[in-house]
């Protein structure tokens, strides 16, 4: 089936950590915006008007491959040009993956102002189906009380030259505090989190009760068991949780924002927010009790519920580095191999769609787009260096990959002789995955998916300051089998950007 929606991105204000009230960016006039929520197999179309008076917008889907329609993947300079103040632009696409994923503007900058939700694909087929009796959609967030734009201006400066994240002033959880989570005795939900987050990550736990983890960004794992999970901004994680059949007292939900991710930890800052499991709504609602220590889940040992192996015999490998240094202006930037990414005026996709032959050679897309240039069904092998005391959620766009190594904290530079190097042989797959401070990591997928995808870091102060690298997976291909829609060519022209009509393959 078909579902629509018909977005209005205008302003509004909210008040949701109950502190602060602010301007906020909603969607037909309400925030927070609503959850798109679909089955397997549906199209979706969005009909978006863009209507705030003074910032350009875009939506991107976050963890859908766009598989034959990367033109709507949506980041602004890569697969489409921005959406003007009063432009429209309409996504329309199919969805073929169940699970749990998320939508957010990619203008840089943009969604921790509020424009992000979640976006839930049910599978009323999927291997875990009718082991459960409800699902149930928690989602996590940072929160600030200032505007992205002011904030921005601050960390990107010279009087910030260490780069120093602006720290968020709460945490929300399905934004707000103090989510109230009715359960019934002896049953068994699903439950999906989705990490909306700017910046932090969070851990996560229910106190009574453990949680049996089936599946990570969209792929089906294996039930395994878990106390507490680490979910980085961006990650999404849905787990079993089967319920007592006591129902004498009610439970704390807790997500903790990990503290670790910043420079200093302004006093009074809460980094809890408390949901509850409620049994019986006449009984107390606890506090979380003191954890002193964080002890939480580690993906690296799920195994994917097809049990796929490791992609084998890479046919294209290269490797990132990360690096924060300061530029002539005295701002701290971010960099993959010494390049701090800077959109271009042309989406990159529209380049390569008039490049001909050329298409293959990553020069043309130009330096600052960090362009890397696979051929169809490459096994590509990304070595990522952290060569940053920091931690990162990496993402790619259009694509799960395999985690087929990860090293610990301070490990330095991966090197593959390293006895100590061993990879999974049934790697996990997901599409969000944090790197270790000091560390490396070795992942890998295949090019099965024509189209322009980022790499990127999901902190979104850190894709502002560049550290960001460009896919450009295929390009023949996207040549001979795709053209770009009319409406989103109106956007370019609308703003006398100079894309042509013959972006469109004929
Ligand atoms: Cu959540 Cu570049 O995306």
Redesign the pocket.
Do not use: G, K, N
């Given at each position: 089936k078909t579902v629509t929606y018909n977005f209005n991105v205008t302003y509004t204000d909210a008040n949701p950590d109950g502190q602060f009230s602010r301007k906020v960016i909603g969607i037909n006039g309400q925030w927070p915006i609503p959850t798109i929520d679909i089955e397997k197999g549906d199209r979706v179309i969005v009909n978006l008007v863009n209507s705030l008076p003074d910032a350009e917008t875009s939506l991107?889907f976050?963890g859908l491959f766009q598989n034959g329609t990367t033109y709507m993947d949506g980041?602004a300079g890569v697969t489409q040009c921005p959406v003007g103040p009063g432009q429209t632009i309409t996504y329309n696409f199919t969805v073929n993956q169940p699970g749990t994923y998320w939508y957010?503007s990619?203008v840089k900058g943009q969604y921790p102002d509020g424009i992000r939700a979640p976006f839930i694909v049910r599978d009323p087929k999927g291997p875990y189906a009718g082991k459960y009796d409800e699902e149930v959609v928690i989602s996590l967030s940072d929160w600030y009380h200032d505007e992205n734009p002011a904030l921005f201006s601050k960390f990107l400066s010279v009087g910030n030259p260490t780069g120093a994240e602006p720290v968020p002033d709460s945490a929300l959880m399905n934004d707000t505090q103090g989510l109230p989570f009715n359960v019934l005795p002896g049953k068994t939900y699903m439950v999906r989190v989705v990490n909306m987050a700017a910046f932090a990550a969070q851990y996560f736990w229910i106190e009574g009760h453990s949680m049996r983890i089936i599946e990570v960004d969209g792929e089906y794992t294996e039930e395994a068991e878990a106390e507490m999970i680490y979910i980085t901004a961006?990650q999404r994680y849905s787990f079993l949780l089967t319920t007592k059949n006591d129902t004498s007292q009610n439970y704390a939900i807790v997500g903790s924002m990990d503290e670790d991710l910043f420079d200093a930890v302004p006093d009074g800052l809460n980094p809890n927010v408390t949901g509850h499991l409620i049994y019986d709504s006449s009984k107390p609602l606890p506090d979380p009790e003191f954890v002193d220590e964080f002890d939480p889940f580690d993906d690296y040992t799920l195994v994917p519920f097809d049990g796929e192996d490791i992609w084998e015999n890479p046919t294209y490998s290269f490797s990132l580095e990360v690096l924060m240094d300061n530029l002539g202006d005295g701002a701290n930037y971010a960099f993959f191999n010494g390049i701090t990414y800077t959109p271009p005026k042309v989406p990159t996709l529209y380049s390569a769609l008039n490049a001909g032959n050329l298409s293959l050679t990553p020069e043309i897309y130009g330096r600052d787009t960090n362009p890397h240039v696979f051929k169809h069904n490459d096994v590509v092998e990304l070595v990522v260096n952290n060569n940053d005391p920091g931690k990162h959620p990496f993402?790619l766009?259009g694509h799960t990959f395999q985690l087929v190594y990860r090293s610990d904290d301070d490990a330095g530079l991966y090197n593959v002789s390293d006895p100590s190097v061993t990879f999974s042989q049934k790697p996990m797959r997901r599409d969000t995955v944090l790197i270790n401070p000091g560390g490396n990591m070795v992942l890998r997928f295949r090019a099965d998916n024509p189209g322009v995808w980022?790499f990127?870091c999901?902190i979104e102060w850190h894709i502002q300051s560049g550290l960001v690298a460009t896919f450009i997976e295929a390009p023949d291909v996207i040549q001979k089998t795709m053209k770009i829609p009319a409406d989103h060519l109106e956007v370019c022209a609308g703003q006398n950007l100079p894309v042509t009509g013959n972006a469109a393959a004929n």
């Open positions: 991107h976050h980041p957010h990619h961006a993402h766009h980022l990127h999901h």
